[in-house]
């Protein structure tokens, strides 16, 4: 596979997610983010644009999820797709650790989708939608 400029950036997008979050910096965090864009957590909640967002992870990072870290598979092993030159689908594997361990804690797998933009030369963050992985089976 050949990995584009375009790709380079996108895969770049998605590493200064994983740090903000691991920094617990919600600032940067929602910088990652469009104005407008749709952040949907994994029990159903849309967060809808960068203020909420940011607002959100926020409380969580100086709560519940203090400390917490994102582990998984941010790398290589993440999908992308254009469907624009200025559009990009990303699917990734991973999970959270609440203790800040390497791996994610039991229950906390996700599969994640975003929809990134282009907007005067950056890539951000217009959907995002996080779904834990479970087995259907019980």
Request: no cysteine; charged share 25%.
């Amino acid at each position: 596979m050949t990995t584009t400029t375009a790709d380079t950036d996108v895969r770049a997008v998605l590493d200064r997610l994983t740090q903000a979050w691991n920094d617990g910096d919600a600032t940067a965090y929602g910088r990652l983010f469009t104005e407008d864009a749709d952040y949907i957590t994994f029990f159903g909640l849309n967060m809808p644009g960068r203020a909420a967002i940011e607002s959100g992870h926020r409380a969580l990072f100086e709560g519940p999820l203090k400390g917490s870290k994102l582990t998984g598979n941010l790398g290589a092993e993440t999908k992308v797709r254009f469907v624009r030159p200025d559009v990009a689908v990303a699917v990734v594997g991973g999970g959270s650790s609440l203790g800040g361990g390497e791996t994610p804690d039991a229950g906390r797998e996700s599969t994640v989708s975003f929809v990134l933009v282009e907007e005067n030369g950056e890539w951000l963050i217009t959907a995002f939608q996080n779904t834990r992985v479970s087995d259907p089976r019980g």
